[in-house]
């Protein structure tokens, strides 16, 4: 058996037998179902296996153990694929406690038809069990992604186990990337909830961990940052990847001849990155993880039978299911008499938070021809703006990029003379015209601040309301000083050198600073504007929109004291230093409020 620490070894199993996961998820590289036992002065057990592989767990097992007894059983999640052999590993190990929740233990019984009350430990959230010189927190994740779900933390090797999350489709004996089967596994099944996996992600950020044990899929031991990352994005529904998806179905084949015109078209615009499905024969989980994953998506359907085409339909199904939200859609319709997918497809939609909807709409009236192809042209160049006004063949003097000022958000960046930085801001006004100036005001305590002071050259990068929480945290919460924030990020540039934000703005504009005004904790640099460019229509990331929408809200409930109203850290206490700092966001006392 493989050790994962000098007392914890790995005693799952492979499964090339399935073909579908959970009925329905093609698993052409089959699964793993992950067990652990951890070895002190007693001995603990995390999790059994699928029913299927009962003699080839019991015997691994019975090799980790070494003529040793376990003490314990930990029962994280009470699926099948990992309790199913809770009574046959009891057959043989009578004395062992089971330990689980109260809903653990009301789910055996239904399960298995009997009541497991000769040993049972009933541990609560936050709860501790010591084995000896490991003790296991255990940490309560209800619905990532049943209610009962639990996970365990050995505070001695550091080792999360972590229940379902962080889990992939494959076996352990194909060598793959763990992304793509990573995402389509979120997606397909803790997909729906989002705001539980962010709650979960809230603890885990409490806690110093060295390695990520799931109950599928590789243990994981390096680079943890990008996998927190990637769930992060995952569960707060924030774009992952820089391109547009079209997912399309065609009957004739006319739909499949618009989109492969419309993909040359996007191609041509500078789109980094296009993926295609064609519904009626792709994975649909896959299909519906890189809904999840991309930004823009297209959906290109036909009218059919007064309706939409029915693997449109069974597509868009998936996506509401899963709390779909925070994208940029466009629609291809077709139709020969009747055209409605378009209508019917936004009305699907409904429910969906937070999209954008181009403003082309393209219609194929039967097969392509000149009319479509001049309103495909015009949808691209739409969803293209971005790409375009980030490349060297930009409008570099569209000054229509003011219209995106207001009491809004922005990303100053600049470069030190080794490598960029990015503060965020929410003071940029236009003071003049003709000439156009504009006014930025940065605090002095600001790295952002003094980079300025030393070069004069800044960039205004424009929000836009799909920018999520981990933009403010990223560009606000640290210092530009103590962290490279563009490391290994790919980013285009204006005229001056600048980084353009890559994601989540809808205008840039580059400024030189003519003259600075002091004021006490501010510096206001008069600016002219060398560039300005407009990237999306996407409207303005205003104060207001960030603090109703975007940031989290506080866990104050039967707490006192008082809460930063930037990131909603909460100090608990009668009274507020008033030379306090936000630990997270660094801002002052003046931006905290008393719980109510």
């Known amino acids: 058996m493989k050790a994962i620490t000098d007392s914890i070894e790995y005693v799952g199993v492979n499964d090339h037998q399935i073909d579908l996961f959970e009925g ?112 296991l927190k255990f940490i309560f ?87 927190l990352d990637l769930y992060d994005k995952w569960s707060s529904y924030a774009t992952e990847k820089d391109g547009i998806l079209i997912c399309y179905t065609s009957v004739y084949g006319h739909t499949r001849e618009a989109v492969e015109k419309f993909v040359d078209m996007l191609q041509k615009n500078k789109c980094p990155d296009v993926k295609i499905y064609d519904l009626a024969r792709c994975d649909m989980s896959a299909a519906v993880a890189d809904a999840f994953s991309y930004g823009k998506i297209v959906f290109a359907t036909t009218t059919y039978n007064a309706d939409i085409f ?42 969906c938070k937070n999209l954008t909807y181009a403003e082309t709409k393209v219609t194929i009236n039967s097969a392509v021809h ?7 042209k015009k949808l691209a160049d739409e969803l293209c703006s971005e790409y ?82 981990s933009v403010f945290e990223k560009y606000g919460f640290v210092s530009g000083r103590t962290k490279d924030k563009f490391a290994g990020m790919k980013v285009s540039r204006t005229d001056n050198g600048l980084v353009i934000l890559p994601q989540y703005i809808n205008a840039v504009m580059a400024l030189k600073v003519e003259q600075t005004i002091d004021l006490d904790s501010h510096h206001m640099y008069l600016c002219a504007i060398e560039e300005a460019r407009v990237l999306s229509n996407t409207e303005t990331m205003t104060y207001t929109y960030y603090q109703n929408n975007v940031k989290p809200k506080p866990e104050t409930e039967g707490k006192k004291g008082w809460v930063c109203k930037v990131c909603g850290y909460v100090y608990e206490g009668e009274e507020l230093p008033d030379d306090f700092i936000c630990p997270l966001c660094k801002h002052g006392a003046s931006d905290f409020e008393k719980i109510k």
């Open 388 to 469: 375009i006004n980030s490349s060297e063949e930009a409008n570099k003097n569209d000054l229509t990029a003011l219209f995106r000022l207001g009491y809004g958000l922005y990303v100053v960046t600049t470069h030190d003379g080794k490598q960029d930085n990015g503060c965020i801001v929410n003071t940029v006004t236009q003071v003049s015209e003709n000439p156009t100036r504009l006014a930025v005001c940065i605090n002095k305590k600001n790295y952002t601040d003094h980079i300025i002071m030393k070069t004069g050259k800044l960039n205004v990068n424009c929000l836009s309301q799909e920018a999520p929480f």
């Open 310 to 351: 029915p693997y449109m339909r069974e597509y868009i199904d998936h996506l509401t299911e899963r709390n779909f939200s925070k994208r940029h859609i466009a629609f291809i319709e077709n139709g020969t008499w009747a055209p409605m997918a378009a209508r019917i497809m936004q009305k699907m939609l409904t429910p």
């Open 141 to 227: 994740a209800p619905m990532v992604h049943w209610p009962e779900v639990m996970m365990t933390y050995d505070m001695h090797d550091k080792v999360f186990f972590s229940a379902d999350a962080f889990g992939k489709f494959g076996a352990l004996d194909h060598d793959e990337k763990w992304i793509d089967e990573a995402r389509r596994y979120y997606i397909g099944i803790v997909g729906k909830y989002g705001m539980q996996v962010q709650s979960l992600l809230k603890k885990a950020e409490a806690i110093d961990i060295q390695a990520i044990a799931p109950l599928h899929g590789p243990v994981l031991k390096e680079n943890l940052g990008y996998y």
């Open 24 to 135: 329905q998820y093609a698993v052409p590289h089959g699964m793993a179902y992950n067990s652990y036992v951890i070895k002190d002065e007693k001995i603990a057990v995390m999790d059994t296996v699928d029913i299927h592989f009962k003699h080839e767990w019991l015997d691994h097992l019975s090799a980790a153990l070494n003529d040793r007894k376990p003490d314990y059983l930990i029962i994280q999640h009470m699926e099948p694929d990992h309790s199913a052999n809770i009574e046959n590993f009891l057959n043989v190990y009578p004395e062992t406690i089971l330990v689980g929740n109260n809903k653990t233990f009301n789910m055996l019984e239904r399960f298995f038809g009997k009541e497991f009350g000769k040993n049972r430990l009933i541990v609560k959230d936050g709860e501790e069990l010591s084995l000896g010189i490991h003790v």
């Open 370 to 376: 000149e009319d479509s192809i001049e309103s495909m």
